[in-house]
């Protein structure tokens, strides 16, 4: 307390100068309408840049959570457009009734926590388990298109076979015509797979959008794959076509998971098929 007696004993002058001051300025902006404009021009602005530094900062530790409620907002989305039915009313957003409206197709959104991109065997893992109806063998994509297949599910988590795995082969086809063949990767670059079995019959060029041939009970038919890059013949064949990704697999965030509901039947009327 006597250093703070001590500190305006001394500075007296200077703190009544200020005061003073003060007091001068406050009568002017008082008195004259330009110079008070001018104050509560400067104000507004000044208030207006710390409250857009505040809301920048709440936005960015809120991008996270916003992001997680866009993902599960379009796989919602996704499941009313996939409905069979489309007259049905009165749909449930946020929890739809497969039985009742007859869906094909359920899209789960989940979120990427690990992703190998560099190895023979890639794998991605994803924070969503049977807890969310997930199991394996379920097609796995984004918004720029296919991404792999669930292989092993936990509770919590699941385990994605990347399309960037030397195992992987998933129907595709050209998008302006119905030859398919079946999408793989060489180990080479991660932005870049290859297209196998495509008849010499299919005319291509490079530039070709390349997508899902929906010929599996695992994706829907036209995901986006891919354009051709480039592609080479020999003896009456293709010996290579390149297919430049549209995802770019090094920087996968939120993803979808797709169930088909069909899957279980159409399995067992080929297996009754075929044991015939």
């Not at 010499?200 to 530039?207: D, E, L, M, N, R």
Request: aromatic content about 10%; glycine content about 4%.
């Amino acid at each position: 307390m006597q250093q703070i007696i001590s500190f305006l004993y001394k500075n007296k002058f200077i703190i009544l100068f200020l005061l003073l001051e003060g007091i001068a300025i406050f009568f002017t902006i008082q008195s004259h309408t330009y110079h008070k404009s001018k104050f509560v021009s400067s104000a507004n602005f000044l208030s207006g840049a710390i409250y857009n530094r505040i809301n920048n900062l709440k936005e960015f530790y809120l991008l996270k959570k916003e992001n997680t409620r866009l993902s599960e907002e379009n796989s919602q989305l996704k499941n009313i457009l996939n409905l069979k039915d489309k007259s049905v009313p009165q749909i449930n957003e946020k929890r739809i009734d497969t039985i009742n409206f007859n869906q094909k197709y359920q899209y789960t959104a989940a979120k990427v926590i690990n992703n190998d991109f560099r190895k023979n065997n890639n794998y991605l893992t994803i924070n969503k388990g049977s807890s969310s109806s997930i199991h394996s063998d379920l097609g796995v994509i984004n918004s720029k298109g296919i991404v792999g297949i669930t292989k092993s599910v936990s509770n919590n988590y699941a385990t994605v076979l990347s399309i960037l795995n030397v195992n992987s082969r998933i129907n595709v086809k050209l998008l302006n015509n119905n030859y398919f063949g079946s999408l793989s990767w060489n180990n080479k670059d991660y932005n870049t797979v290859q297209l196998l079995d495509l008849p010499i019959q299919a005319f291509v060029k490079i530039g070709d959008t390349i997508v899902t041939g929906g010929m599996s009970t695992i994706f829907p038919i036209g995901i986006p794959v891919g354009k051709i890059k480039d592609f080479k013949t020999k003896n009456n064949n293709y010996e290579i076509i390149n297919i430049t990704l549209f995802n770019d697999m090094s920087n996968i965030g939120f993803v979808e998971v797709i169930n088909n509901f069909d899957k279980k039947e159409i399995k067992n009327l080929e297996e009754k098929t075929s044991n015939e």
